[in-house]
């Protein structure tokens, strides 16, 4: 293998307080050293000159799709999407059929993740059996199989004492549970956030107290069994200042945000124009809520609060939203819009750029321990994964789904103009993907 030389970038590495116009230099496939004026005479040399160089991307939350619903995404296509990202490692959800509910599912899908992955792909398991929140799946055997969390995703665990002994057993095996927080009674019938664009639409809304009981109830459960819970998209301004009342007394409790949370609203199902879009594109499971609640994020992004930005990426077909607001599949595709967005907004003076890093590198690596998994995971200290992202904040660039890489083409984002995206990634030492990067 050559070994890379990445020079001229600036170097933002937060798990190692690095911010600053640095070399990185990479031999046999992982990070040698970083620093000033590098030289190895034995190493290509590739320049990055008014680029910013990260850590590679870690998302907790993406769904594949593949087993069950290859129609939507593959793990060939959706991995390879999540790499044009800039997210070279990622976990995928549970919501599959079969669900990863024993042993011998999780290893044909590791078989499958080995076969045709083209990044790093850790698999949550599902906590109850075929995800039904009925009786609890073999946590200790699915664990032992390689999962690194577990979640049964857009089925939240209702009953209140299967939650606690899942906890209490996931506790035991030092495991997060990612929990959807929701109330589904609630929640039952709604489409879009509650409040004023859904009743001019006329759609039934999911209110904002549906995810705040639910967290309430989650953390009260955390902090009885000693549990680590994650709380998973969060989205209400209420529900964000829960965590961070429970994080102050201790609990061993984690939160993520997604960027279609950070950079939309509500207002996205009526669309730009004076007549309602009812765009379905723009319905997400938790659905896009105020300009209250998305500022409400930005400043727990900004202040440290929440610990990770995951995508949520969920591609559907195109019947899948080609129908009446109501009967359509909720999510967005969002591997390679989340840089875009989040840079966009650090243009706009609206995030903190070393956050924005680090909420995408080196705290959710810590936060469910996947650093302890593969050592260095995150960040460009020695020894760590020759896996970077070279982003480009003054790239201007239009969304077209038409160049997307993943089978999703269900954005909302369609046309929008961002400031900033991927540049180039590498994985493993090797460019692996590249848009435009002068190098010789």
Not at 91 to 96: D, F, L, R, S, V
Not at 378 to 405: C, N
């Amino acid at each position: 293998m050559t070994d890379l030389l990445i020079s001229g970038g600036r170097v933002i590495d937060p798990a190692n307080g690095l911010d600053a116009q640095l070399d990185v230099l990479l031999r046999d496939g992982r990070v040698s050293a970083v620093g000033k004026s590098l030289f190895a005479s034995d190493s290509v040399r590739y320049d990055v000159t008014g680029c910013i160089v990260t850590p590679g991307f870690v998302d907790l939350h993406a769904h594949l799709r593949e087993p069950g619903f290859e129609q939507k995404g593959t793990i060939a296509t959706e991995t390879l999407a999540a790499l044009r990202g800039g997210f070279t490692t990622i976990c995928a959800m549970p919501n599959t059929v079969p669900a990863p509910d024993s042993a011998p599912v999780v290893k044909a899908l590791l078989e499958r993740i080995g076969a045709d992955a083209r990044v790093r792909v850790f698999p949550i398991g599902a906590v109850t059996r075929g995800r039904d929140g009925k009786a609890l799946a073999n946590l200790a055997e699915v664990a032992a199989a390689g999962c690194v969390a577990f979640s049964d995703d857009g089925s939240p665990v209702a009953d209140g004492q299967l939650m606690r002994n899942a906890l209490t057993l996931l506790g035991s095996l030092g495991l997060p549970l990612s929990e959807h927080s929701d109330d589904p009674v609630l929640n039952a019938g709604g489409v879009m956030n509650e409040g004023r664009v859904s009743e001019r639409l006329g759609l039934a809304g999911q209110p904002a107290a549906a995810e705040v009981t639910a967290i309430a109830r989650n953390l009260a459960l955390a902090e009885a069994t000693g549990g680590r819970l994650h709380v998973a998209h969060i989205t209400t301004a209420r529900g964000l200042e829960l965590v961070a009342e429970a994080k102050a007394r201790g609990l061993a409790v984690t939160c993520e945000v997604t960027p279609s949370h950070l950079f939309l609203t509500e207002d996205a199902v009526f669309g730009p124009g004076p007549a309602p879009a009812y765009d379905t594109n723009a319905k997400i499971n938790p659905p896009l809520r105020t300009e209250a609640d998305r500022q409400a994020l930005i400043r727990g992004l900004n202040e440290g609060i929440i610990d990770a930005i995951a995508t949520d990426h969920a591609p559907h077909a195109r019947e899948d939203k080609l129908c009446e607001f109501d009967y359509a599949a909720p999510g967005i595709a969002c591997f390679e819009t989340a840089a875009g967005t989040l840079l966009t907004q650090v243009a706009r003076g609206e995030l903190d750029l070393g956050r924005v890093i680090a909420a995408l590198t080196a705290q959710p690596a810590r936060a469910w321990k996947l650093d302890a998994r593969v050592a260095g995971l995150g960040t460009l200290s020695p020894g760590a994964p020759g896996d970077i992202v070279i982003l480009d904040p003054a790239m201007e660039w239009t969304v077209d789904t038409r160049t997307f890489a993943t089978k999703g083409k269900n954005t909302p984002l369609q046309g929008t103009s961002l400031t900033g995206g991927v540049r180039a990634v590498i994985m493993g030492g090797v460019v692996a993907h590249e848009v435009e990067v002068a190098h010789d």
